[in-house]
Structures are given as C-alpha cells and as structure tokens.
C-alpha cells in the first residue's frame, strides 16, 4: 500500500471517529506531498521523494516545538506534540543511537576521514544511509565525536 492510499485510509477512519487533530495532520501531510509532486512534475512521487517530504514536516515541527517551549507557549507546545505524534506513524523505524554510531564508523573508515576538515565527505556517504530513519542532528553529533 502506499503512503497516499495509507493517508487516504487513515483520514476516512479519522473522519468517522472524529478525531479533529489527526485528521488535520494527515491533511497537511497530504499537502505536502501533493506540493512536491507538482513541484517535481511528476503524478507519482518514489519512496524516496516521499521520504524526504515526512523527513521535512518531521523538522519543522521539531523547530516549531523547541520555538514555542523557548516561548513558554504551552498550548502550542502540546499541539505540535500531538501533530508530531501523528507524522511519525508514517515515517520508518527510527535507528538507535548505537546503529548509527556505527554506521558513522563504517562511513570514517570507508572514506578515510582523519579531522574534522573531512566532515563533508563523511556526512555525504552518511546521510543517504540514514535519511529518514536517524535525525541529522544525531548524525552530525557523532560524526564530530568520532572525528575529533
């Protein structure tokens, strides 16, 4: 199944059981990825494009979160909590701290990577390993550790 007709199937249930915040979630996710398939012209986005759009509307709502929390904006706080809740459902399983550690470990050894001057090469053979499946700030936390 897809994740149109996943979303599709999830906003019919969330309409009759009257859930309003899943329901406007599941929305702007369907958005989202509508946007980027007319964006890239295509009907049809690959897993991949798919991937990168949850990725995106992940971090968005991670920033918003730590925004409004800096804020002292509690109703906001717990509104993002919840529309973070709902998008995460759609993502993949999340790697461990210790599965990217070593992925990070494999990319240094792969790459040849001695300072933190190679860190672009390391995170370019990291990234497409992890994407949507590990937080870039996680990786970038440990590429450094590793390097330095």
Do not use: C, W
Not at 91 to 97: F, H, R, T, V, W
Request: zero cysteines; a negative charge.
């Amino acid at each position: 199944m897809s994740l149109l007709e996943r979303l599709n199937n999830d906003m019919k249930q969330a309409m009759k059981n009257k859930e309003k915040d899943r329901l406007t979630t599941i929305r702007m996710i369907k958005a989202s990825l509508q946007n980027e398939a007319i964006k890239v012209g295509n009907q049809e986005l690959s897993e991949e494009e798919e991937l990168t759009v949850l990725s995106r509307e992940v971090k968005q709502r991670k920033d918003s979160l730590q925004e409004f929390e800096k804020a002292g904006r509690e109703d906001l706080v717990e509104k993002i909590q919840t529309e973070l809740k709902h998008v995460e459902v759609y993502m993949p399983q999340q790697l461990s701290e210790e599965e990217v550690a070593a992925i990070v470990k494999d990319a240094i050894a792969e790459t040849g990577a001695a300072s933190k001057a190679d860190m672009g090469r390391v995170m370019a053979v990291i990234m497409p390993k992890v994407k949507g499946k590990a937080d870039g700030s996680l990786v970038n936390k440990l590429v450094q550790q590793h390097l330095s």
